[in-house]
C-alpha cells in the first residue's frame, strides 16, 4: 500500500463519518435522553429505588466497564493482528459487534435495564475495539507530514456525518407523526410513539455505521504484511509488546512525557463527551412558557449538542492550523488550558442560554483536541514498522484513563449525591494534564540513563 494514496485516504476517513453516528446519537444525544426519560419519573429515581445505584452512576459503570473490556484485550488482539497481518478483519469485527449492539437497543425498555446497559456496554466495546484498529492505519496511509491534516480529516468527516443522522433522528423524535411513527405505535399496541421513535433512532444508527463502513472495508488493504510468523505466541504476544513499548518508552522523553499528559487530560475530555448530556439534564434549568423555572427540555439538549458537532468539525480544522503556525504541543496547551476554563464555568451554569456558549467552547475545544492527540502521538513514534504494538499502546492508555474519568465521574455523584462536585472532578484532570504538558519537550532528546 502506498502512502497518500488520495483515494484509500478518503476511503479510510468515511469510517469516521460511519461510527461517529454511535458516538453522537448514542453516548451524547438520543440514548442519554431516553435512558433519563425511563429511569427518572417526577425527580423519583427508579434505578435507585431498585438497585440502589443512582441512575447516572450506573450509567457511567456501564460505560467504565466496556471500556475496561477494551483495554484489557485491546494487546491480545493486537498481537494476533501483528501475526496474521490482519487489522481489517478485527476492524470489521469490532464493526459489525458495535452495530447489531446498536440495533438490539431498539428492544431496550426499563422492564429490560440490564439486558439495554449490556447492549450499550457491548457497543461501546465495539466502537472502542474499531477504533484501535482504524488508528493504526493512519501512519501506514498517511507520509508523516500529512499526519495532522489527515486526522483532522478523518475527525471532521465524522463529525459532519453524526449530524445528519441526527437531524433525521431529531424529526423522528420531536415530530414522530411526520414518518408515520405515531401509527405504527398505534399498530403495536398503543406504545408511547416518543419512546418508539428513540428506539428506532437505534436501530437507525446501527444499519447507518454498518453500510456507511463498507466503503473503507472495501478500499483498505485486506491483509498487511505480517511482521512476525510464529503463531504459537500470537495470544500472549499483545501483552509481551506493550511490555517491550513500555520499556522501549524509557528511552524517549517527550513520548513518554506526551502519554503520561494525554492519559491524564484524555479522562477528562472523554468523561465530558460522554456524560455531559446526563449532567445537563439534572443540573440544566429553562424557563417554560409560564415563566417558571423547569429541567432542560430534550430539543434545547439537542440544539446544544448540534453546536457541539458542528463548532467541532471548526474546531478539528482550527487547531491543525494552529499546530502548523505552533507546532503541536502548543496548540495542545491552548486546548487544554481552555478546557480548564470551561470545567469553571459549568460549575456556575445553571441556564440553557449559558449552557449553549459553554457547548460551543466544548465543541471548539473537542475536535481540535481528539485530533491533535491521534496525529501528534502518530508523529512522535520512533522509527519503526511495529504500528499496531504502539497504537495498542495508546490505545490502552485512553481507555483506562476513560474507564477512570467514567468511573470517578460515578462514584463522585454516588457518594456525594451532587452531580457538580463531578465537575470538580474533571477540572482536576485538565489541570495536572496542563501541568504535564508544559513538562514535553518540544523536540526529542535521549533519556539519561
Known amino acids: ?230 503463531d504459537m505466541n500470537a495470544w500472549v504476544r499483545g501483552y509481551r509488546e506493550l511490555r517491550k513499548v513500555w520499556w522501549q518508552l524509557a528511552g524517549t522523553v517527550r513520548l513518554k512525557r506526551y502519554l503520561a499528559a494525554f492519559f491524564v487530560f484524555n479522562m477528562g475530555i472523554q468523561t465530558v463527551m460522554y456524560l455531559a448530556v446526563a449532567f445537563a439534564t439534572r443540573e440544566i434549568r429553562q424557563l417554560d412558557g409560564s415563566g417558571n423555572a423547569v429541567p432542560i427540555g430534550a430539543d434545547a439538549l439537542i440544539i446544544s449538542i448540534l453546536v457541539i458537532q458542528l463548532v467541532a468539525a471548526v474546531g478539528a480544522w482550527v487547531f491543525t492550523r494552529l499546530s502548523t503556525r505552533f507546532g503541536n504541543l502548543k496548540a495542545l496547551r491552548i486546548g487544554v488550558a481552555v478546557w480548564v476554563g470551561i470545567c469553571i464555568g459549568a460549575y456556575f451554569t445553571h441556564w440553557a442560554s449559558e449552557f449553549y456558549v459553554l457547548a460551543a467552547f466544548v465543541g471548539l475545544v473537542m475536535g481540535g483536541c481528539q485530533s491533535l492527540s491521534r496525529s501528534t502521538y502518530a508523529k512522535f513514534l520512533p522509527e519503526t514498522e511495529d504500528h499496531a504494538s504502539y497504537f495498542s499502546f495508546y490505545d490502552v492508555s485512553y481507555y483506562l484513563g476513560t474507564v477512570l474519568g467514567t468511573l470517578a465521574y460515578g462514584l463522585v455523584n454516588q457518594i456525594t449525591g451532587d452531580l457538580r462536585n463531578t465537575v470538580i472532578a474533571i477540572g482536576t484532570f485538565f489541570v495536572v494534564g496542563s501541568i504535564l504538558l508544559l513538562r514535553v519537550p518540544d523536540r526529542e532528546r535521549p533519556a539519561v540513563a
Request: a neutral charge.
Open 1 to 230: 500500500m502506498e502512502q497518500g494514496d488520495p483515494r484509500i485516504i478518503r476511503a479510510w476517513t468515511m469510517y469516521d463519518w460511519a461510527n461517529s453516528a454511535y458516538s453522537l446519537t448514542i453516548t451524547s444525544a438520543i440514548f442519554p435522553i431516553y435512558y433519563a426519560a425511563i429511569t427518572i419519573v417526577d425527580g423519583f429515581d427508579k434505578v435507585a429505588d431498585r438497585f440502589g445505584i443512582p441512575a447516572d452512576s450506573m450509567q457511567s459503570y456501564a460505560l467504565s466497564l466496556g471500556f475496561l473490556i477494551v483495554a484489557l484485550i485491546a494487546p491480545l488482539l493486537s498481537g494476533i493482528a501483528d501475526s496474521k497481518g490482519n487489522k481489517l478483519a478485527y476492524l470489521k469485527g469490532f464493526c459489525y459487534l458495535g452495530a447489531a449492539s446498536c440495533m438490539g437497543l431498539f428492544f431496550f425498555t426499563f422492564d429490560h435495564l440490564l439486558f439495554g446497559l449490556l447492549l450499550f456496554m457491548l457497543a461501546c466495546v465495539g466502537f472502542s475495539g474499531s477504533l484501535i484498529f482504524y488508528d493504526a492505519f493512519l501512519p501506514e496511509i498517511a507520509v508523516p507530514a500529512d499526519h495532522d491534516k489527515v486526522s483532522a480529516r478523518g475527525y471532521i468527516m465524522g463529525y459532519i456525518g453524526s449530524v445528519l443522522l441526527l437531524i433525521i433522528n431529531l424529526i423522528m423524535v420531536q415530530a414522530p407523526q411526520v414518518m408515520g411513527i405515531d401509527r405504527l405505535a398505534l399498530w403495536l399496541g398503543g406504545v408511547d410513539a416518543g419512546g418508539l421513535a428513540a428506539r428506532l433512532s437505534f436501530l437507525s444508527v446501527g444499519v447507518w455505521w454498518a453500510l456507511w463502513a463498507q466503503i473503507p472495508f472495501a478500499a483498505l488493504p485486506k491483509r498487511t504484511r505480517a511482521l512476525r510468523k510464529d
